[in-house]
């Protein structure tokens, strides 16, 4: 086995927007094979998070996608931005989304968002919430929708509620014990 194979031989970068780029690598993995190119997508790391209201539902937001042209139920979740903790992060993007605090947090887990395309991570996080704010105002577009935990597996094989990232932070949560699903 040859230990410096696969190897990068160049990478170009093409910025696309503050919150995206583009990445070209040329990756040779055999002395023999020429190099072929790659392209993922670049965006700042990304966190998701199961909520757990005091009443025990679990806190889901509605909203449209442009890029998959529908609405999609997901975790709350947000990117991370330049130099923010990612649970600082997730208990921002959760009081934003929700309105609801978070009371405690525990880490899910950390995971390749997509090893194939997108070069970032996920962190996912399980958040026992306080009561929503008094006056708490949804964003224009987004629907927070509680749902108990048994309404959730209906959700999920229906495909309602089908983000893949989302649903590997509910497989996270169930191998930890946080979630029977």
């Not at 410096?4 to 002395?31: M, Q």
């Not at 605090?101 to 996080?125: M, V």
């Amino acid at each position: 086995m040859v230990r410096d194979l696969p190897k990068i031989l160049k990478a170009e970068r093409t910025t696309i927007s503050p919150w995206l780029e583009v990445i070209a690598r040329e990756v040779r993995f055999s002395r023999e094979a020429a190099a072929e190119t790659y392209y993922a997508i670049a965006q700042p790391d990304y966190v998701a998070v199961l909520a757990v209201t005091p009443d025990s539902r679990i806190l889901l937001v509605r909203q449209y996608r442009p890029a998959i042209e529908r609405f999609s139920l997901e975790l709350p979740a947000g990117m991370v931005d330049r130099g923010e903790d990612p649970q600082a992060t997730a208990a921002r993007e959760l009081l934003e989304e929700t309105g609801y605090p978070t009371i405690s947090i525990e880490r899910i887990g950390l995971s390749a968002t997509c090893s194939s395309r997108i070069s970032n991570a996920t962190h996912s996080f399980f958040v026992r919430t306080g009561d929503r704010a008094a006056g708490f105002v949804e964003e224009s577009g987004v629907q927070v929708i509680p749902v108990l935990q048994s309404e959730l597996r209906p959700l999920v094989l229906s495909g309602e509620f089908g983000e893949l990232t989302h649903l590997g932070v509910l497989a996270q949560a169930s191998a930890r014990g946080l979630l029977a699903f």
